[in-house]
């Protein structure tokens, strides 16, 4: 199983950027949809933003959409998420995603998560 993990998480201010790396090894994600959730503490488990396989097809939620671009180096094995205009509701730990099976369409709801990263905080505060 691909194992995940994020980095670029960190303590920012409210306005500012910041870019989230997932890097994968023991498997390539060449054929896998890979998405970027968040949990904030009391919240359940949310999709931020997908992209399939061949990176033409990308969905971001409601909440982040403008401020958000999911992107992936199928090359480098990893995939990014970054965050501009950040605000104190994005603080949360952020998880990095693959798809339960190969050339899946939708990566929309944890039940659709074959493999997780083990997490980055993410705290946006003045």
């Known amino acids: 199983q691909v194992k995940l993990v994020e980095s670029g998480g960190g303590l920012v201010q409210p306005g500012d950027s910041l870019t989230l790396s997932c890097a994968a090894s023991?498997?390539?994600?060449?054929?896998?949809?890979m998405g970027w959730f968040r949990q904030a503490p009391g919240k359940e488990r949310e999709i931020v933003a997908s992209?399939?396989?061949?990176?033409?097809?990308?969905y971001y939620a409601d909440s982040v959409k403008g401020r958000v671009t999911i992107s992936r180096d199928n090359a480098k094995n990893t995939v990014y998420l970054q965050m501009n205009s950040l605000k104190p509701e994005d603080t949360a730990v952020y998880y990095c995603?693959?798809?339960?099976?190969?050339?899946?369409?939708?990566?929309?709801?944890?039940?659709?998560?074959?493999?997780w990263g083990q997490g980055t905080q993410v705290t946006v505060s003045s």
């Open positions: 992209i399939t396989w061949s990176g033409g097809t990308t």
């Open positions: 995603a693959a798809s339960a099976s190969p050339f899946q369409r939708q990566l929309l709801l944890p039940t659709d998560v074959g493999s």
């Open positions: 023991g498997g390539t994600l060449d054929r896998y949809a």
